[in-house]
């Protein structure tokens, strides 16, 4: 293949000054990003890391992480276009707009860029594409306005319960990481990240142009910060009061309470990993260009409390060893330990965490495994309040009330053989990340 990118006269030229000594060329007339500054919007869950977050530009270049502004060779914007070329009629990059066929009449749609493959999959799934999930009651609980010194922010309109699901959401667009971008060897890092982030630029264009009028006003007004019209809107915080999951079949988010909200209470997501310490993720936020200054933040022991629950078992790991009677741990032993840890998680405001349902699960399923209704019974309220996690057994709510026949089922033989096999064999592990699901589609 005559590749005038790859074997061009640039690609033997020496090596180019690296972003440390940036040299003056004139403008490629492509945007220029700084990297570090460069916000990263995560919805919900899924911001572990540089590689778990997932939309236009957050996959870009990442890999190869950029100190500074990277200039690149002149007249290098034609030599990039060729390339895009190359890409599409090779059928490198394939974009289309899901769902493909049998879209739900008015639902929204989701602008694509996918890998070749990644549409077939998709389609193949049992049962996609689903109609999106409708709230119950017609009236949105929340609204778009000022957040001080935040910018915009969503706040409830009424009181929200704990585990109600508060909106539904397709993004606007997806994209594939890790799009192909072969550049000389001799560039920098940043010069290579420079370069996919120009090139994923272009691609983007095609993409937005796809879109309905409306659609792409919302993109555009939104510019780098976001992918979705409503999820983008929602703030951090380390104590987050609500969460979103990535649903493949119905192609959108789902955002759920993760505690009660009161009326005009902001709703926040977190965008890191709030399990590190208060400096740990204020070093994670700084693409974000804000210093956070939520409650925990702000509270000097809380620190100390995550690293406690950070250094404690999980539950995950007991729990397997005490049902099978491989281990000597006492039973009240591990129900200290879920209540204690299920305690920190209530006073960090760390509801969104998995581990609030490792715990919840482990709690339940001792009482239930010791036959005692009433504490089970207590478990099962919290996980029926966390059902966003996909692992919470579907008849959680049959175990709420301790008189309930399904406890008289659950003490023989047989009940508490189907709720162990449940939590053993899918309940105790981390339910997938967003990444995780989507990389099986986008990869
Ligand atoms: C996804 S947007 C959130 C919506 C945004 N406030 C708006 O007006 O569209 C992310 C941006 O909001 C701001 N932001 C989010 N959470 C914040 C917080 N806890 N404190 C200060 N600014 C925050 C930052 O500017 C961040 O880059």
Redesign the pocket.
């Known amino acids: 293949m005559n590749h005038s990118f790859l074997n061009g006269p640039k690609a033997k030229a020496p090596a180019l000054a690296s972003s440390a000594t940036p040299v003056a060329v004139p403008s490629i007339g492509t945007t220029k990003y700084d990297l570090d500054k460069m ?1 990263r ?1 995560d919805c919900g869950e899924f911001p572990i890391g540089k590689q778990k977050n997932i939309g236009e530009l957050r996959y870009a270049g990442f890999s190869a992480q950029a100190d500074a502004i990277a200039e690149l060779p002149e007249g290098y914007e034609a030599e990039l276009a060729f390339f895009l070329r190359v890409v599409q009629a090779k059928g490198m990059i394939v974009q289309t707009t899901v769902p493909f066929v049998n879209a739900v009449l008015g639902e929204p749609t989701t602008e694509c860029i996918f890998h070749p493959g990644s549409k077939e999959v998709l389609m193949g799934l049992p049962g996609f594409p689903q109609a999106m999930v409708k709230r119950i009651g017609k009236k949105s609980p929340v609204v778009v306005k000022e ?1 001080s ?5 969503v706040f409830a309109t009424r009181g929200i319960k704990a585990g109600e699901l508060i909106l539904s959401e397709r993004p606007l667009l997806v994209v594939g990481h890790s799009l192909p971008t072969p550049v000389p060897l001799s560039w920098t890092r940043a010069q290579t990240a420079q370069c996919s982030l120009d090139q994923r630029e272009k691609i983007l264009a095609v993409a937005v142009d796809r879109m309905s009028d409306e659609d792409k006003a919302a993109y555009l007004c ?1 510019g780098l ?2 992918v979705c019209k409503m999820i ?6 380390c104590s987050p009061n609500v969460t979103a999951k990535w649903n493949m079949i119905t192609f959108s988010f789902h955002v759920f309470a993760v505690r009660n909200i009161a009326a005009d209470e902001e709703l ?1 997501l977190q ?1 890191i990993p709030i399990e590190l310490s208060t400096a740990e993720r204020n070093e994670q936020l700084k693409p ?7 409650r925990s933040c702000k509270d000097p022991e809380s620190d100390a409390r995550r690293a406690e629950l950070n250094r404690r078992c999980p539950p995950t790991i007991i729990i397997p060893a005490w049902l099978t009677r491989k281990s000597s741990l006492a039973d009240s032993h591990i129900l200290n330990e879920c209540r204690q840890q299920m305690d920190i998680l209530e006073r960090e405001g760390m509801e969104s965490v998995v581990r609030c349902f490792n715990v919840s699960a482990a709690g339940f399923l001792v009482c239930l495994a010791m036959g005692d209704a009433d504490r089970a019974s207590a478990w099962a309220g919290r996980l029926a309040r966390i059902r966003w996690v996909q692992e919470v057994p579907k008849d959680i709510d049959s175990f709420l009330d301790p008189k309930s026949r399904a406890y008289k089922d659950g003490d023989s033989e047989e009940g508490l053989d189907v709720m162990t096999r449940e939590f053993a064999a899918m309940g105790l592990q981390e339910p997938p990340s967003l990444e995780e699901l989507m990389s099986g589609l986008l990869v």
């Open positions: 916000p919007i957040a010194g935040m910018g915009l922010g939104r910060c976001g983008s809107r929602f703030n951090h915080s926040t965008y974000y260009d804000f210093v956070c200054t939520c």
